[in-house]
């Protein structure tokens, strides 16, 4: 009886967390039609159909050089499928020979606007297919090592990505408290990971216990210093730049 109390408490705590992270993210789309002078970059995949030219670029007086290609890329996804373009690879910023493209390759390509002009830029290469072959080994692989605990594991992890996606990502862009959001976010995956994985037992409920009381213990000592020290939250270069256009993210550095 108490595991059936335990399962449904964890999945209407999870359900909560879900459902109310989504309304905070539809009453805030991020406030980026607000920001006329922001304009968000676009990406697609491409195709690289010629390398039109390539070569070397020297730069104060033959100091130091830095390879470039000029290419021709036809456009797989988006509003511009099937576009062909011309992009200068290495113009804009450094790369090295090992980010040199080739015939054939998938490629990700970035809109984005620069100076009042609109700017092509190959940012990298398309590795999702292989991205999803190790992801697909590595649950065969706990499956088959783990059996049943290997299972719950995968579950869990699925829950834990769950609950960032759905609910700690959107509420701290929405403009919600950082501290608190993720406080929440770390108790619903503790508890909505810690059974599916390890078992409805006495050592499992120890162990999130342990965990939870550790989580109250150092959100309070961060808290206190942080007030003790003064910290505002600016940091670092991220935070710097999110704090200069708070018209198109509303996240709250605090």
Known sequence: V??????IISVAIFLFIAAAGQAIAQLDPMAVSQAAEVVPDEYARAKVITILEEGQRSFDNEAYSQPYQVVQLRLMSGPEVDTELEVRHGYDF????YQKVKVGEIVILTKTQAFGKTVYLISDKYRLPWVGVIVAIF???AVFFGRLKGLGSIVGLLISILILAKYVVPTIVA???PVTTSLIGAVAIAVLSLYPAHGFNRRTSIALISMLISLGLAAGLAGLFVNLARLFGLGTEEAFYVGRYPKSCTASLS
Not at 2 to 7: A, D, E, Y
Not at 94 to 97: A, E, F, L
């Open 139 to 141: 649950l065969v692989a």
């Open 175 to 177: 403009g919600g408290n």
């Open 2 to 7: 108490m595991k059936n109390v335990l399962v």
């Open 94 to 97: 450094p790369i090295r020979d």
